[in-house]
């Protein structure tokens, strides 16, 4: 495994639509362990394989229950992802990027949604989540439709004090 630089907007890479992935082989297994692993060196709580200059349609999520601490975050690696129900009901809340670093910005998001998708090795799954899990969700399948968090939110402003960059960031 290997932590991979994670490339920083605006690289145009980000801004591309990521292929679907069709051969679950060699190379997609140590992509996604070093996506994992770059999220954790971080850290974050998610990545998309375009934020590693990959565009291939590859997504890691790791976060926590969050009412109880005491659970162990749950890592999630989704190949192939896409919403297929997303709630009405929307909430707004402060997200910042692993690859637009020093930012952050209030976005409005489904509460709740349903990923399908494939596990790494091509098997389908299907994910419901909410809270902040379906807000990470949300932007990492974003980043591979081009789509950052800046184009979803009215303001932008710089991380600059302690206090701010505890905000729970989806990344
Ligand atoms: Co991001």
Request: charged share 30%; hydrophobic share 40%.
């Given at each position: 495994?290997a ?31 070093d ?12 990545l ?42 929307m ?81």
């Amino acid at each position: 495994m290997a932590v991979r630089k994670i490339i920083i907007h605006p690289n145009e890479i980000l801004r591309r639509k990521a292929h679907k992935v069709s051969d679950f082989g060699k190379d997609l297994q140590t992509l996604i362990e070093d996506m994992v692993e770059t999220m954790r060196a971080e850290p974050g709580v998610g990545l998309a394989a375009p934020q590693v200059a990959v565009s291939l349609r590859v997504i890691v999520v790791e976060f926590g229950d969050e009412e109880d601490e005491s659970i162990p975050p749950k890592l999630y690696v989704v190949v192939n992802p896409e919403i297929v129900s997303s709630s009405e009901e929307m909430v707004k809340g402060v997200e910042g990027c692993l690859s637009i670093p020093g930012f952050a910005g209030e976005v409005n998001r489904s509460t709740e949604i349903v990923v399908r998708g494939q596990n790494r090795h091509g098997k389908p799954i299907r994910i419901k989540a909410k809270g902040w899990l379906a807000r990470i969700f949300q932007h990492e399948i974003d980043h591979l439709n081009g789509i950052l968090f800046i184009d979803r939110t009215e303001k932008v402003w710089k991380i600059e004090d302690e206090e701010a960059t505890k905000i729970p960031a989806a990344d």
